[in-house]
């Protein structure tokens, strides 16, 4: 069955310090690989996508991705996270190019 | 045009009473896309327009539920005889094509008591 995990429901990190956090995909075929943020009464906002080429991907606000194919792995990094950046995160993936997959999210917690 | 839009933001209803949602997407884009989230997990699909064409529907989509898009233009979720287990955020996301990004609204919380 096709699934999207992120293994780590919290993590903390403090102000300053790198990031990264993990997802996990199982597909019969390489997917469209997307990673959102989602602030308290915000709606989801997108980061970063991946659908071909370079496999490291820049997105909005300082992030990056790379996607990792012997891994099944699309993991989301940032080499300095601010206090701003405290929001639940959630991968998605979809090879049909519209219902997306998202995983459970990760929260994050930023502290000073 | 400042995104997509969804009305009303937060509803209360009793349980067995119908509740409509409606969504109004970025202008230009054709693809409008109902997920839900409920408490601690991430969004679920729930049915996907073409156009005004309902292309998809996932299993999540009861009997209870309907959707339509007439004219391609706004969308709305209606969801009869409400059930507790119905409670949960509504999001509405639209796009302009295969694999494009898709732009989420600000979502309608329910609430079945």
């Known amino acids: 069955a096709q699934s999207v995990t992120q293994p780590d429901i919290h993590i903390t990190v403090s102000e300053g310090a790198s990031l990264e956090l993990r997802c996990n995909y199982s597909?019969?075929?390489?997917?469209?690989l997307f990673w959102y943020v989602q602030s308290p009464g915000q709606g989801l906002q997108l980061l970063l996508k991946y659908f071909s080429g370079d496999t490291l991907v820049q997105g909005i606000k300082g992030f990056e991705a790379e996607f990792k194919r012997s891994q099944s792995s699309f993991n989301l990094r940032k080499p300095s996270v601010h206090w701003s950046d405290a929001a639940e995160y959630f991968c998605?993936?979809?090879?049909?190019?519209?219902?997306?997959?998202f995983g459970k999210g990760t929260s994050l917690l930023v502290t000073p | 045009d400042t995104g997509v839009s969804q009305d009303p933001r937060h509803k209360i209803t009793k349980r067995g009473q119908n509740v409509t949602f409606r969504c109004d997407p970025i202008?230009?884009?054709?693809?409008l896309y109902w997920y839900r989230q409920t408490l601690g997990q991430g969004p679920e699909f729930l049915t996907y327009f073409q156009n005004e064409a309902q292309l998809e529907k996932s299993r999540l989509l009861s009997d209870r539920f309907s959707a339509e898009r007439p004219k391609g233009s706004f969308s709305t979720l209606e969801i009869q005889r409400t059930e507790q287990g119905d409670s949960a955020m509504y999001l509405c996301?639209?796009?302009?094509?295969?694999?494009?990004?898709?732009?989420f609204g600000p979502g309608t919380r329910l609430t079945v008591l």
């Open positions: 998605a993936v979809t090879n049909s190019g519209y219902a997306l997959n």
């Open positions: 597909y019969g075929a390489t997917p469209y």
């Open positions: 202008s230009e884009h054709n693809r």
């Open positions: 996301a639209s796009s302009s094509g295969v694999g494009n990004e898709q732009f």
